[in-house]
């Protein structure tokens, strides 16, 4: 009677030695990719490089699409759209995977720099839902673009090299906390006190720590302060993606949220040759903060794109979108026995026990979601037991105790059948998050099967 029952089941009590195997190579290039691509910047280059190299081509808005095709549009440098013209016609659908590059990290203001006390600063506005205090005391490292009056726009990349200086968020030292460790978490450390110490030394001339660090990136980079008007820099944990655990079973890194999926939802689609779907990858921008602007999940630009696949293969864009199906591929918690009382373990994703498909996010009553279909959910579990993915459903935490949204609702409002899915996570939104590396590659199994079937 025992086949009755369902039974959640770890990955490495159900796959072949060979697949845990294959787990452990493919994460060793995911974390030279989590290494290149701290920023949403950064992961689309990559993803550019990755995909050229692969046989893709930059494809503009207007210009011809056939069936074959392997094309990529870059949106603006933060955003990219890959999409494998398949050999069906295109009324069909499209297979259509969207996970986010962006992650949660301390941007830079405008007018940022300043001197105080001794010691010069940044003036900075966090990015995404950070526990504040988790961000001072740690090595961090500054990422960005300075785009320049006169057009050019200069990349910046300090202190992941170890010979590079990092940057630093000061605390307070125990022995003076007396009235900080009666404040909650959330206030320990507050907004404005996120101020990254950069330099102390001053100039001979005026005695300003603000124009000795002035000065040297005047040297390296020919910027003035007045740059920084138009910069976007930010500050993320200067940390290398590293194994994590004797078993070296886990990976502990800055940005698992999002590249954990994107990663695998990149690499299933440039490992195919051909496809007979035509399949769309997508890697946003800005899912940590609302998904607003042009490069997030709520542009327009998904719809123009499905437009022109119409109007260039002879299709219908509703029937496209009526036909089309899926993935929000974005993270989700890991089962935490440090912290049992958020979770409802029957419902929880578990960390080894696979893929996690989510069918519904939100908070309080489901309000805020996308709710996949039970018919999508058992289409899926058809697609994925022909390759023998291990995957698990799960909730984010017990009812009333909080909650999240992903991209998938501003998808599936435009008609197209969508559910969540992705890796658990350990310490999500932390500055070193730990995830498995068989959760990772069932992640990548599930996407590639869901392209193909
Ligand atoms: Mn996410
Ligand atoms: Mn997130």
């Not at 030695?17 to 691509?37: H, V």
């Not at 740690?138 to 673009?145: E, I, S, W, Y």
């Not at 489901?366 to 023998?388: F, P, Q, V």
């Not at 017990?398 to 310490?427: F, M, Q, W």
Request: glycine content about 8%; some cysteine.
């Amino acid at each position: 009677m025992s086949e009755l029952k369902y039974k959640k089941k770890t990955v490495y009590e159900v796959v072949d030695k060979k697949i845990i195997d294959e787990a452990f190579a493919y994460s060793e290039n995911y974390k030279k990719f989590l290494d290149t691509a701290k920023t949403e910047r950064e992961a689309v280059n990559e993803a550019i490089r990755m995909a050229l190299s692969a046989g893709y081509r930059e494809y503009k808005l207007g210009e011809k699409i056939s069936a074959g095709d392997k094309i990529f549009l870059n949106n603006r440098g933060k955003n990219l759209f890959l999409i494998s013209v398949g050999s069906e016609p295109i009324n069909e659908g499209i297979r259509i995977s969207a996970s986010h590059v962006d992650a949660p990290r301390i941007d830079l203001k405008q007018c940022p720099l300043y001197d105080e006390g001794g010691m010069a600063f940044f003036k900075t506005h966090y990015y995404g839902g950070i526990k504040k205090y988790q961000w001072v005391a740690t090595p961090l490292a500054l990422h960005g673009v300075i785009a320049t009056a006169d057009g050019n726009v200069i990349d910046v990349a300090i202190g992941e090299d170890d010979s590079d200086p990092i940057f630093y968020i000061n605390d307070l030292l125990p022995h003076l906390d007396k009235e900080q460790s009666k404040r909650t978490v959330s206030e320990a450390i507050k907004g404005e006190q996120l101020n990254v110490l950069v330099g102390s030394r001053p100039d001979d001339e005026e005695n300003s720590i603000s124009l000795a660090v002035l000065k040297l990136l005047n040297e390296k980079y020919g910027i003035i302060e007045e740059d920084f008007l138009s910069a976007e820099l930010c500050v993320v944990p200067a940390l290398k993606a590293r194994d994590a655990g004797f078993d070296r079973s886990m990976i502990a890194a800055y940005g698992h949220d999002d590249r954990v999926c994107a990663y695998p939802a990149l690499t299933a689609l440039l490992e195919q040759k051909e496809t007979k779907h035509t399949v769309m990858c997508i890697l946003a921008d800005k899912e940590e903060t609302g998904s607003d602007g042009p490069t997030g999940m709520q542009s327009i630009l998904m719809l123009d794109l499905i437009n022109e696949l119409a109007a260039n293969l002879g299709g219908n864009a509703a029937l496209i979108r009526a036909n089309s199906k899926c993935l929000s591929a974005d993270v989700s918690v890991a089962y935490d026995p440090n912290f049992p009382e958020v979770f409802e373990k029957n419902n929880t994703p578990m960390l080894s026990c696979g893929a996690i498909f989510a069918k519904f996010t939100g908070s309080g009553g489901k309000y805020g979601t996308n709710d996949a279909d039970a018919e999508y959910i058992a289409w899926l579990r058809r697609a994925l037991s022909e390759d023998g993915v291990v995957w698990q459903t799960g909730e984010l935490g017990r009812v009333d105790c909080g909650g999240g949204g992903t991209v998938a609702k501003y998808i599936s409002k435009h008609n197209i059948e969508t559910i969540d899915l992705g890796v658990p996570v350990v310490s999500m939104h932390a500055p070193c998050e730990i995830i498995s590396k068989v959760d990772l590659y069932e992640t990548f199994r599930a996407i590639r099967a869901f392209y193909k079937f």
